[in-house]
């Protein structure tokens, strides 16, 4: 199994409103792109300064179904549309579980 | 439960045999430093480019208890010694599972 882990963090000129948004767009890909086994999106905990402002954690079954998942056109739109226009830095891993 | 991710990616000066000796440290962190429920130190799959080198995920039971982990001073002094002489960039989250 391949766990997909995303840190994102937001651009100070987005407001919560606007961070909001994106998040709502990232979970709801899990219904509009096949292939995952589990899909989380989180906020930091705030408990650390200088962290990342948000985790998306999401597991496949295997790296075809993953490439599947990264390829598809929904969810490079909503990278196009949600994440990319807030996005101030991203870290991502992919690891066997 | 909090859930603490931390990304690494390494220098380009360090090589592989630097890299698993650094790994290894971190893998002995569960038996040096008490607290936490799951330990995981693991490798990128390499699937995508551009993504960091390594991945721990650690689950705590609280705050609290990650926070007594954080500040442990072998912790610490593994960070010291085995991380952040070889570190190019850091991102991490916490969050609440």
Same mark, same amino acid.
């Given at each position: 199994?391949? !766990?997909?882990?995303?840190?994102?963090?937001?651009?100070?000129?987005?407001?919560?409103?606007? !961070?909001?948004?994106?998040?709502?767009?990232?979970?709801?890909?899990?219904?509009?792109?096949?292939?995952?086994?589990?899909?989380?999106?989180?906020?930091?905990?705030? *408990?650390?300064?200088?962290?990342?402002?948000?985790?998306?954690?999401?597991?496949?079954?295997?790296?075809?179904?993953?490439?599947?998942?990264?390829?598809?056109?929904?969810?490079?739109?909503?990278?196009?549309?949600?994440?990319?226009?807030? *996005?101030?830095?991203?870290?991502?891993?992919?690891?066997? *579980?």
């Amino acid at each position: 199994m391949i !766990r997909h882990v995303v840190h994102f963090t937001w651009s100070d000129t987005a407001d919560e409103a606007r !961070r909001a948004e994106t998040l709502a767009a990232l979970r709801r890909l899990p219904e509009q792109v096949p292939g995952s086994l589990a899909f989380t999106v989180a906020p930091d905990a705030g *408990l650390v300064e200088g962290n990342a402002h948000t985790v998306l954690v999401a597991d496949f079954p295997d790296a075809e179904t993953f490439r599947a998942y990264a390829s598809d056109p929904t969810h490079l739109a909503v990278i196009a549309e949600h994440v990319r226009p807030i *996005l101030a830095a991203r870290s991502a891993v992919q690891y066997e *579980l």
